[in-house]
């Protein structure tokens, strides 16, 4: 496990690697119509796992169990890999898969990490049952918590979660103005 130190630097580092990763998934894609179409459908299942999940979200106040939270302890950061995934199929770049199979290696580990602490440290005792029947990160059909909860638009909003929608429109647009320009 890295240290206390090297921890901070990386999750410091996390956000300026995200900019560096949209900028080189621009400088480097080489999309087409279908790639782009191939990564929207995928990128659309992550924004929605995202949007669920932000909808029963009430951060630090409960612990979320319900919605997607049923089947995963982390749905935000797969609804984020699954972005990750159509972004890098509509790139259509090898360079931006090695990128972005760097990135998700290197800060995704340190960053469920550090949640599944924190959710211990504010929820003790439940977060210890939780994590005995749902999985981390990928959903088991075999592992989860009843149905329970409702999705609310107030938490959708509260949370921004609306920004991952904008964010992800204007990668898409960019893609697509960029295979526009290369098809001149």
Partial sequence: MPSTTLKETLNRLRVRAGLFLALAVIL???PTWSSILLGILISFLG??????ASGHLRKEKALAVSGPYRYSRNPLYLGNFLLGIGITAGARS???LGLCIAYYAVFYPMIIRRERERMKDLFP?????YGK??????????KHLPANGRFSWFLYRQNKEYRALLGTILVWLVLAAKLLLLKQ
């Fill in 28 to 30: 480097l894609a080489r």
């Fill in 47 to 52: 924004l929605v796992i995202r949007a669920w």
């Fill in 125 to 129: 005792r439940q977060y210890e049952d």
């Fill in 94 to 96: 090898w360079w931006v």
């Fill in 133 to 142: 029947k749902v999985p981390l990160f990928f959903p088991s059909p075999r």
